[in-house]
């Protein structure tokens, strides 16, 4: 699709700013669709102002777009947010901008979900876009309710669900685990034994070029991870070496961890990335999708970058 018109949601923040400069680079022409007037961001080849709740300007902002990619949402990190916000922003919005979609003729329509609409924060085996999705908080439900509207809009669509996802400017859990990296002390957390798939904002951008370019009609939600899942020891390991330093890290009985970070109100953060959350990208693999770079490769960049 080199060269045709994507109309973007969510360009400012810090998945969607990723996405409009990776598309921009392959070629795209970038439409993006704010909120509020602020100065168009920088490779945008235009913007319209709307609210995506009451979509009454969308058959402007539409009119000759190839794609939509829709990034735009209520972020899981404001997870203290009543179930209705989360509704209104995430499947409400998506579903009013779908139809508008489908009234203007878009080609396709590429949804930002997350992999917290088919599992909770930790999963017992491996993920794969054949289980059963069952969200576990409201959030995760209303990516769910989202792509099931998508469904039955009949528009040609496709859902990415991203794991965690790292990169320049990330904020929320991975920003404070690349805080703890950079501590000057050896760290207690060489005992954690979960695994936990990630995937790098590059890669994910990747995987919406993937998905726009893929020949018919897709029609379901497609998983985004990295193939090598890591412990919480191995992330801090590889954020570590990305600063020329050794690991660190010491054996700790995980109980007492536990102990330390209910202690510190930081429990809800042990919980998400000491679990462990496996998933497999089956089918972006089989659209020919594959990661920019290894997660340890990845982490040591980010590192090395200054997060």
């Not at 989360?86 to 009013?96: L, P, V």
């Not at 203007?104 to 930790?122: E, Y």
Request: charge should be positive; include cysteine; hydrophobic fraction near 45%.
């Amino acid at each position: 699709m080199s060269g045709k018109l994507i109309a973007l949601t969510g360009a400012t923040g810090f998945i969607g700013r990723h996405l409009l400069t990776a598309l921009s680079a392959r070629g795209h022409r970038v439409r993006v669709l704010l909120r509020r007037p602020v100065a168009v961001p920088e490779g945008a080849s235009g913007a319209v102002v709307g609210d995506l709740a009451r979509p009454m300007n969308m058959a402007a902002a539409l009119s000759g777009v190839d794609a939509v990619v829709h990034s735009a949402g209520l972020a899981h990190a404001m997870s203290g947010a009543p179930e209705d916000d989360f509704r209104t922003s995430n499947t409400e919005a998506t579903r009013k901008l779908a139809e508008a979609a489908q009234r203007a003729k878009v080609g396709r329509f590429v949804f930002l979900s997350s992999i917290r609409a088919q599992t909770g924060p930790s999963a017992a085996a491996a993920l794969t876009e054949a289980d059963a999705p069952a969200p576990t908080d409201p959030y995760g439900r209303s990516k769910l309710a989202a792509e099931e509207a998508l469904a039955e809009i009949g528009l040609d669509w496709v859902a990415l669900r991203p794991v965690l996802v790292y990169g320049a400017g990330v904020k929320g859990n991975m920003a404070a685990l690349l805080k703890l990296a950079r501590a000057p002390y050896p760290l207690p957390l060489g005992s954690l034994t979960g695994r936990r798939s990630l995937v790098s904002v590059e890669s994910l951008a990747a995987a919406v070029a993937a998905s726009l370019d893929a020949p018919g009609p897709i029609g379901r939600p497609l998983i985004v991870a990295d193939p090598d899942p890591l412990t919480l020891p191995d992330m801090i390991a590889a954020l570590r070496a990305g600063l020329g330093r050794e690991p660190g890290l010491l054996p700790c009985p995980v109980s007492l961890i536990g102990l330390a970070c209910r202690a510190t109100g930081r429990q809800e953060t042990f919980d998400r990335l000491s679990g462990s959350l496996v998933a497999r990208a089956d089918g972006l693999a089989a659209l020919g999708w594959r990661p920019a770079q290894s997660t340890r490769d990845g982490l040591a960049a980010l590192a090395r970058a200054g997060g």
